[in-house]
């Protein structure tokens, strides 16, 4: 399921990527259906996975169009750990991979619905793999490269952002002791430096700061690869100069008689000669 699926959301990928160079606004009617079919059994499929996991249905809302409260109530009570069902399939050798490898190929999947599943069960799975000692170097890279692609991918709709940067967060600081090589990772990243990311370790790991902040500065630290939507992709920052101003007011002139202080004669013009006026 998870190679058909992937098959499937490639050619997805591949066609809207050229409708959209193209500018073509009315796709064949066939490709719509196929890719609507694509869609629910994608969201079917991970429904599964999650019934597998916890042992009962997702609280992840279906609609497309999620509000950012909708996605603060879904995940106000996440499932921080497995259910009977998911422990067991994580220690089979012939499941779990295909398990963990079909979560993290959803996160990336152009279906938003889809990718809050994923999100949703990454971080039990996550520390199951770490529970269990079968986390290794190239698959902590490969687990928080799908996260930072997902943001890429999803970064555009708040709602997606703000889980994907939680479980960015999380994942950093759950793996980052133990396997150092996730920073070559994040060095990917356009922008992003070595001294960035040592601040960014010395901060998070280091110092207790609350979830916020910790948020923030991991933000920052990707904010290159953040997905934009078109208005926000060209948008050219307004700066400012400081300009003279148009009319500038000049102080008020004093009175001679407040100013001068020699006699200047004035009243000598008004006095009479003579006695005549």
């Excluded at 079919?37 to 597998?52: A, K, P, V």
């Excluded at 921080?80 to 079909?102: K, Q, T």
């Excluded at 889980?163 to 150092?180: H, K, N, T, V």
């Excluded at 356009?190 to 916020?212: H, I, R, S």
Aim: aromatic share 6%; hydrophobic share 40%; charged share 25%.
């Amino acid at each position: 399921m998870l190679l058909r699926l992937s098959a499937k959301w490639q050619m997805i990928n591949v066609k809207c990527q050229t409708n959209a160079e193209n500018e073509e606004d009315n796709p064949e009617s066939q490709e719509i259906l196929e890719e609507q079919i694509t869609r629910q059994l994608t969201r079917d499929y991970m429904e599964l996975l999650g019934f597998i996991c916890y042992g009962k249905k997702s609280n992840v809302p279906e609609d497309k169009m999620l509000e950012e409260e909708d996605i603060a109530a879904a995940r106000s009570n996440p499932e921080v750990n497995l259910g009977e069902l998911g422990v067991l399939c994580m220690n089979n050798e012939m499941i779990y991979p295909s398990l963990v490898m079909s979560v993290l190929n959803g996160l990336n999947w152009n279906d938003t619905a889809t990718c809050h599943k994923c999100v949703n069960m990454c971080q039990p799975i996550l520390k199951q793999l770490l529970k269990d000692n079968k986390m290794i170097d190239s698959l902590a890279c490969h687990f928080f490269s799908s996260i930072l692609s997902a943001l890429q991918l999803h970064g555009e709709h708040e709602g997606s952002q703000a889980m994907l940067l939680s479980l960015g967060l999380e994942a950093f600081e759950l793996l980052r002791p133990q396997y150092s090589d996730i920073v070559n990772v994040l060095l990917q990243v356009p922008n992003c430096t070595e001294a960035a990311v040592k601040a960014f370790e010395d901060k998070v790991l280091q110092k207790p700061l609350g979830e916020k902040k910790k948020k923030d500065a991991f933000k920052k630290l990707v904010a290159e690869i953040i997905g934009k939507n078109v208005g926000q992709q060209f948008k050219r920052e307004a700066h400012y100069k400081n300009l003279p101003p148009l009319y500038r007011m000049r102080p008020k002139a004093l009175p001679l008689d407040e100013t001068e202080t020699k006699d200047m004669g004035i009243c000598e013009l008004f006095k009479p000669v003579n006695g005549k006026s």
